[in-house]
């Protein structure tokens, strides 16, 4: 697989729509400067959909919820449909509430996505399926991770990304395990909501005839690696450290290292 569209991104900056909530707005907003896109965080009723409109790709979070956000990511996400704009849903919690798991179901029946980024029990609970989770931790459910990543895609019709101790990407189809990371990635609040938007960033630079699961693949390595470069750049500092050299790492980790350093393995091939 050749490993290209950071390459892209960086020379493409493209506008990435983040409706996102409150914990994470400025460290998702830096993390996509860092990398090279252009966000734009808009949440009024009023401009949403003419915001989704113009953006390479809408990132929709479900992190802290009411009637008038929903509302919001149902407009963006409805426009960013209807004229062709990818579509990434980041089910925050989804499973830590009826009201939150009721909500996200309804929407991902209301629009149609291009990517879902979880984790395990938040995807698990979209499509249905108990898994333990408190607030937005992941606990212990019954089923295989893989299994359940792919059976959402599947259901879905979409590619979905769910992250852990590995990350799963599959198109239902085609499933690839991703080994990069680091542990403090979980003790930095927002570090899995700035990804499913470095995916949206990613998604946006996709061309016509392009494989759109390589992109989504190479956005989930390359945050890996900058998490390791980030790790071993802050060793001994802890995370508020780790969090900026995240950022800084953002910006210097280079295709070439990204090439050097992933670790991809594919476990499942075959053509939609």
């Not at 499933?175 to 990069?180: D, H, V, Y």
């Not at 470095?198 to 989504?216: E, R, Y």
């Not at 050097?260 to 393995?265: D, L, N, Q, S, V």
Request: hydrophobic content about 45%.
């Amino acid at each position: 697989m050749t490993l290209s569209y950071l390459e892209r991104v960086r020379a493409l900056n493209p506008l990435v729509h983040n409706i996102t909530n409150l914990v994470v707005a400025p460290f998702t907003a830096n993390g996509l400067l860092a990398l090279g896109a252009s966000p734009f965080m808009a949440y009024a009723h009023e401009e949403v959909a003419d915001v989704a409109r113009i953006a390479g790709a809408v990132v929709l979070n479900i992190g802290t919820l009411d009637e008038k956000v929903v509302q919001a990511i149902r407009l963006a996400g409805q426009s960013a449909n209807a004229h062709h704009v990818p579509v990434v849903l980041d089910p925050v919690g989804a499973g830590a509430t009826p009201y939150r798991t009721k909500t996200v179901q309804q929407l991902v029946r209301d629009l149609r996505l291009t990517v879902l980024r979880g984790n395990v029990a938040e995807v698990a609970h979209v499509i249905g399926v108990p898994w333990s989770i408190k607030g937005v931790d992941a606990g212990e459910g019954d089923e295989d991770r893989i299994s359940i990543a792919e059976r959402a895609a599947q259901q879905l019709a979409c590619i979905v990304v769910i992250t852990g101790q590995y990350d799963i990407v599959t198109d239902g189809y085609q499933t690839f395990l991703i080994s990069n990371g680091h542990v403090l990635l979980t003790r930095v609040t927002g570090a899995g909501c700035l990804l499913s938007s470095v995916v949206g960033a990613f998604t946006a630079v996709a061309q016509p005839g392009d494989n759109l699961l390589n992109s989504i693949v190479e956005a989930v390595a390359y945050y890996g690696v900058a998490a390791e470069q980030a790790a071993a750049l802050t060793a001994q500092q802890g995370p508020g450290s780790f969090q900026i050299e995240l950022l800084n790492q953002l910006v210097k980790v280079t295709p070439e290292l990204v090439s050097e350093h992933a670790r991809i393995r594919q476990i499942r091939g075959g053509a939609r």
